[in-house]
């Protein structure tokens, strides 16, 4: 229930990010001015990011917190620098150096890194629960 909510909670303000990051953009920069666009343009980039990367940030939180709690801290520490170390900053460093995309370069590697890191929790949160004999089908009843 708790990565449902997290998941759930997260989308919503993920959503409303994603709906109005123009309303957002404006309340510090004013777009009509030909000194604001491209900073407007980059913000309104940078703050699409920022809604996956909300979603992702918090399934990956409750997910490793769901994981300690069974007493599982070793492998979501490694499946984490995994996603960062591995995925995330190389990324992050290729396309924002390589591909000459700047801050959203940047902010596209760290987003990709959250989602690998919840999805590889997420994996490893089945499959120990399953080990565990937990199934996400009711009880029958006799």
Same mark, same amino acid.
């Given at each position: 229930?708790?990565?449902?909510?997290?998941? /759930?909670?997260? /989308?919503?303000?993920?959503?409303?990010?994603?709906?109005?990051?123009?309303?957002?953009?404006?309340?510090?920069?004013?777009?009509?001015?030909?000194?604001?666009?491209?900073?407007?343009?980059? !913000?309104?980039?940078?703050?699409?990011? !920022?809604?996956?990367?909300?979603?992702?940030?918090?399934?990956?939180?409750?997910?490793?917190?769901?994981?300690?709690?069974?007493?599982?801290?070793?492998?979501?520490?490694?499946?984490?620098?995994?996603?960062?170390? /591995?995925?995330?900053?190389?990324?992050?460093?290729?396309?924002?150096?390589?591909?000459?995309?700047?801050?959203?370069?940047?902010?596209?590697?760290?987003?990709?890194?959250?989602?690998?890191? !919840?999805?590889?929790?997420?994996?490893?949160?089945?499959?120990?629960?399953?080990?565990? /004999?937990?199934?996400?089908?009711?009880?029958?009843? !006799?």
């Amino acid at each position: 229930m708790a990565v449902a909510t997290a998941i /759930g909670g997260m /989308g919503v303000v993920g959503c409303l990010i994603y709906l109005f990051r123009a309303p957002i953009v404006g309340f510090y920069l004013d777009a009509s001015l030909p000194d604001n666009a491209q900073s407007a343009r980059i !913000a309104m980039s940078a703050l699409l990011l !920022a809604a996956i990367f909300q979603v992702a940030d918090g399934a990956q939180a409750v997910l490793v917190g769901v994981l300690r709690g069974r007493g599982d801290a070793l492998v979501p520490m490694v499946l984490a620098v995994a996603g960062y170390w /591995g995925v995330g900053f190389p990324l992050a460093g290729w396309l924002a150096f390589r591909r000459g995309l700047g801050v959203v370069g940047l902010w596209g590697g760290v987003a990709t890194a959250l989602v690998t890191v !919840a999805l590889l929790l997420g994996g490893r949160t089945v499959y120990t629960l399953r080990r565990a /004999g937990f199934s996400a089908s009711p009880p029958r009843s !006799a």
